[in-house]
């Protein structure tokens, strides 16, 4: 990590990509790290939103900004906003607002006052990524038989498929910088809060009306952050609009054309279903149908896009999500895309509310990844109370249930408690 040197602002005042997406090796800053004084160096607001910063202009502004617990950020001339962390890959600051009639670009580059001493770390290579997988009959036996919550199951497709394909579609390897975050206790007015929800929610079923598209299949591309942020562009379009308006949008122009990602190694929900919805905007599926390939950006530039209103990471800012603010944010607001870490066992789920079994140790072919998923729905097993999340995943319909998981709910279950995010798509 390179803290204390250059690193890219994308966007208006916003993005801030320590190291960058584009690094083969991902940033990894914490809070602590990224938490001070900052220097901001501008260069002259008139790009377009797919602006080259690799190539920055003349620097013509520079600014200061405070960056404080939890989530404050103070400019120079004393003006108040917020900041969060987009998990450990940057963060993103809003402090004099943003007009969004106002669509110009600028690069910039920001430098932290105070220096920080720089981070070694290393990514594992212990894959054999070539190797087609092989069932192991003993695991899901030992998985069934250690626990009666859920289901284990033989998905013969799975032995087509090399250990890479796997790992893709588990998250993709980039999409390992996901693991480690946790979820913060609610205070006590969110605790009342949440207590007046509903006690139980499904958005495929409100009064017996369904607001959530189909599942898709990712195949083996590590797109999962793409369908789970399209997903939920798509489901809030049709709550705003009572069902009037279906769009599909397309994940392909994702992998394919956006900056803001590793296309088919992963990316960040934050990023797409709120950045980039916000600055390019989305397409419709047939604009860029999906191949679940990254190579090159095949977007029919005639295309309407359709654009983020607003987003944010439940509780504010990266850190401050727990299950009651996920409750309010999901009935209130649509379905929430998630991270969840993937183990070996989550890929054998038939059905059931899913823990992780921890059985995986013995027989574990595969690396621990993070998933993106999108998050319709919670409740409560009618016999034993145990309290689960309903969640859509984008391994098509014949996984899990109906390509729906139930994973259990108020423990921080596989982190999926942890970094929730909540769109508000303009129809
Ligand atoms: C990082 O690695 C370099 C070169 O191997 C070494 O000199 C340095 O002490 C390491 N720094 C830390 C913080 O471990
Ligand atoms: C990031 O850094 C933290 C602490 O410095 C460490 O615990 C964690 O394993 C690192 N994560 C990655 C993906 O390198
Ligand atoms: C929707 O929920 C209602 C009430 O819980 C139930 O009676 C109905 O069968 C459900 N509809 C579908 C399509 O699942
Ligand atoms: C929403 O759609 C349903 C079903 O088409 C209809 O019955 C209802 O009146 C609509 N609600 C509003 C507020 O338009």
Redesign the pocket.
Known sequence: MKITTSMWLWAAFLVMLVGGVHADTPANCTFDDVRGDWIIYETERTGHANIDCDNMGPIVHKKTVKLMYPNVAVDEFGNHGTWTMIYNQGFEIKVSGRDLTIRNWACYRAQKKESVAPKNYTLQHTLQEHALYKYNEAFIQSINGAQNNWVADVYPEYELMTMMDHLRRAGGRASKVVSGAIATPANIITRLRSARMPATW?W??V??I?YVSSVRNQASCGSCYAFASMGGLEAGVRILTNNTQQPIFSPQDIVGCSHLSQGCDGGFPFLIAGRYAQDVGVVLEECSPYEGKDDVCRTNPNCVRHYTANYRYVGGYFGGCNEEEMKIALVRGGPLVVGLEVYDDFLHYRGGIYHHTGLNDKFNPLELTNHAVLLVGYGADEETGEKFWIVKNSWGENWGEDGYFKIRRSTDECAIESMAVEVVPIP
């Open positions: 499904d495929r079923n009064s017996g369904s």
